[in-house]
């Protein structure tokens, strides 16, 4: 029998061989229903959600994730894509948070915008994520 810990590694693993976001989504959501409280696997599912187009589910997730761990800026991301794509409001409140944060941390400005590149490869006209992009690291707020 695996370990939550090792199906979410495996996971992770096969997201990084490329394996498609909606053949990932039943894996994380199993781990999300035995782990409430893991921060990393509702994070993952909320991107997961997002980039198989399903913001309504992504925007439930990144919730759980930012109430989980308010300072985890890829949840906060997740969550203002999630917001923009459900015409919610509040998108600036949550990208200041994450700007605030990533300007206070190199290593996690790297790897949000990582992460970004990775969401255009896989969906390469998404709009949203473009968005929240600009505004964290070209300060347009249109």
Not at 1 to 29: C, H, S, V, W
């Amino acid at each position: 029998m695996q370990t939550l810990e090792t199906r979410f590694e495996e996971g992770i693993a096969r997201y990084k061989d490329g394996t498609d976001a909606a053949e990932l989504l039943p894996t994380f959501k199993e781990i999300c229903q035995q782990a409430p409280k893991n921060s990393a696997a509702q994070t993952c599912l909320s991107w997961l959600y997002l980039l198989a187009d399903k913001p309504n589910a992504a925007f439930k997730a990144a919730q759980r994730a930012v109430k989980l761990a308010p300072r985890d800026p890829q949840a906060r991301v997740n969550l203002a894509i999630a917001m923009l794509e459900t015409g919610k409001s509040g998108v600036r409140e949550q990208v200041d948070q994450v700007g605030q944060v990533l300007f206070a941390v190199d290593e996690l400005k790297a790897e949000i915008q990582e992460n970004f590149e990775e969401g255009l490869r896989r969906r390469p006209d998404w709009k949203s994520l473009k968005r929240i992009q600009a505004w964290l690291f070209e300060g347009q707020t249109d």
